[in-house]
C-alpha cells in the first residue's frame, strides 16, 4: 500500500508540475501563444495550428499519464495505461475542436466524439479493452454502453447536473433554448436582457455541473464565440468526472450501506471539479490563466 501512494503522490506532483508549467507558458504575455486579454475574452496573437500541438499534445499526456497512474494503483501496467490513455486524450481533444465549430449539432457532435476518447481513457485506467465500456453523455443523462459480450445500455442520472437542471429551470430570469441545447447537446438557458453573475461579477456566460448559461449579450458574433467557449468546458467537466471523479466516488460509494444501490441509478459528479478548483486557489492561479479556461478560449476562438 506504501508503494502505490508514493507512486500516486509521485505522479500527481509531475501532473501538477506539468499543468502549471503549461499555464506559465500559454497566459503570459511573452511567449507566441500570448493572450491579450479585452473587457469579453482575448485575441490570440499566434498561428492556430501552435494552439492545435499544444493543446492536442496536452490533452494526450494528461489523459495519459492519469490512464497510466491510475492502471499502475490497480496493479497494472503504467506503460500500457500511458500509451492507450494518450490516444484516447487525443480523440477527446478531436471532440473539442468540432464541438467548438459554427454549425447546428456542432456540440451534440463533438460532445460524442470527446466522450469517445474519454470513455478510451478510463477503459485503460482500468485496465479494461479499449472501447470495453463508452459513457454517452446526453444533458443529466449517463448512457453506459457495454461492447463485451454483446451490446448492453444502462442508463444514470448525473445528479448534480439534474438539480442544476431543475433549479435552472424554475427561475424567471432564465429561459430555456431548445435549438441551443440539441446543439451543444448540453441544457442551455438564456437571461433576459440582463448579464449573469457568476462569482460576484457579471460574465458573458458560464458553464454550471453541465449546463450553459448566457448573459444577454450584445452581438450575434461574440455570442457565438462565448457559446462555443461554454460548450469546451462542458466536454472538460465529462473528462473530469469520468477519469478522476467516478472511480473515486463509485469507491467511497461502494463502501458505505446502501452506496451501491444509489451508485446504480446516479453518478454524483462532485469531486474533481472541488479538487481541479482546490488544486488552483493552493497555487494562486487566476481564473482567466487557468489552463481549462485558455484552452477553452483558444477554441471558441477558432
Known amino acids: 500500500m506504501e508503494r502505490y501512494l508514493r ?9 501538477q508540475i506539468l499543468l ?18 479585452g473587457p469579453h475574452g482575448s485575441d490570440w496573437t499566434a498561428p492556430a495550428w501552435v494552439g492545435d500541438v499544444t493543446f492536442l499534445g496536452a490533452n494526450a499526456l494528461t489523459s ?3 490512464a497510466g497512474i491510475l492502471q499502475r494503483l490497480r496493479g497494472g501496467s503504467f506503460k500500457d495505461g500511458l500509451a492507450r490513455g494518450a490516444i484516447g486524450g487525443s480523440v477527446k ?5 468540432i464541438s467548438a465549430k459554427r454549425f447546428d449539432g456542432a456540440g451534440l457532435l463533438g460532445r460524442q466524439v470527446a466522450a469517445t476518447g474519454t470513455s478510451m481513457v478510463r477503459n485503460a485506467s482500468d485496465a479494461r479493452p479499449t472501447f470495453d465500456r463508452l459513457l454517452f453523455p446526453l ?10 459480450d454483446g451490446i448492453a445500455v444502462r442508463p444514470k442520472i448525473d445528479l448534480t447536473a439534474f438539480v442544476t437542471l431543475i433549479s435552472a429551470a424554475v ?3 432564465l429561459s430555456w433554448d431548445a435549438g441551443a441545447s440539441f446543439s451543444a447537446g448540453a441544457p442551455v438557458f438564456r437571461a433576459t436582457d440582463r448579464y449573469l453573475i457568476s462569482g460576484g461579477r457579471a460574465v458573458d456566460g458560464f458553464m454550471g455541473s453541465g449546463s450553459i448559461f448566457l448573459s444577454h449579450l450584445p452581438s450575434a458574433d461574440f455570442l457565438a464565440h462565448v457559446f462555443a467557449h461554454e460548450r469546451v468546458h462542458v466536454l472538460q467537466s465529462d473528462w473530469l468526472f469520468q ?3 467516478d472511480p473515486a466516488e463509485s469507491w467511497i460509494l461502494n463502501r458505505i450501506p446502501g452506496g451501491s444501490t444509489f451508485y446504480r441509478y446516479f453518478d454524483f459528479n462532485m469531486l474533481a471539479k472541488q479538487s481541479r478548483t482546490r488544486f488552483y486557489q493552493t497555487f494562486r492561479v487566476g481564473y482567466e490563466n487557468r489552463l481549462h479556461e485558455i484552452e477553452a478560449e483558444f477554441l471558441g476562438n477558432r
Open 7 to 15: 507512486i500516486a503522490r509521485s505522479g500527481v506532483q509531475h501532473l
Open 20 to 37: 502549471l508549467a503549461i499555464g506559465f507558458l500559454l497566459s503570459g504575455n511573452t511567449g507566441s501563444l500570448a493572450a491579450q486579454n
Open 64 to 66: 495519459g499519464l492519469s
Open 93 to 97: 481533444y478531436a471532440g473539442m475542436r
Open 139 to 148: 444533458g443529466p443523462l449517463h448512457l453506459y454502453v457495454q461492447l463485451s
Open 171 to 173: 427561475q424567471t430570469e
Open 243 to 245: 477519469v478522476w471523479s
